[in-house]
């Protein structure tokens, strides 16, 4: 079940795919003190994951994203993409979306996608 946390003014500016993929800002951290968090709409799952840019500043900067499939933006959660098949096709949908329209979701210039786990540890790197 997603939660309604964003408001709808917001959720229609976002685009959507031809497939049916929508990338979202909840308009808050994914976790308290966490990076902000992003809802993801698909046409087989609901999931979230966490954003942030590295570095701080200077020149590109790459997009991190954390926690990614998660079920829920609170405190019960357990990952939704559980094939590998899954989080590659769900991956790959992503980080289309965040470097087609990369003004909806940074200020700054980037020019790469990274996958982290929550520990910090890169999963994949585009």
């Known amino acids: ?15 959507v795919t031809p497939d049916g993929w929508k990338v979202v800002s909840i308009n808050r951290s994914l976790f308290p003190g966490g990076s902000r968090g992003f809802r993801v709409s698909s046409p087989d799952a609901a999931f979230f994951f966490g954003l942030h840019f590295e570095p701080a500043s200077g020149g590109p900067c790459r997009a991190v994203i954390t926690s990614f499939g ?15 098949e899954a989080m590659g096709v769900a991956q790959a949908r992503v980080r289309d ?30």
Do not use: C, K, N, Q
Request: net charge negative; charged share 20%.
């Open 97 to 126: 979306l965040l470097l087609t329209y990369p003004r909806r979701f940074h200020y700054r210039w980037f020019d790469a996608v990274e996958f982290r786990r929550g520990d910090g540890r890169i999963v994949e790197i585009f």
């Open 70 to 84: 998660i079920s829920s933006a609170g405190s019960t959660w357990h990952y939704v993409l559980i094939t590998p």
């Open 1 to 15: 079940m997603i939660p309604s946390v964003v408001d709808d003014a917001d959720v229609a500016g976002w685009p």
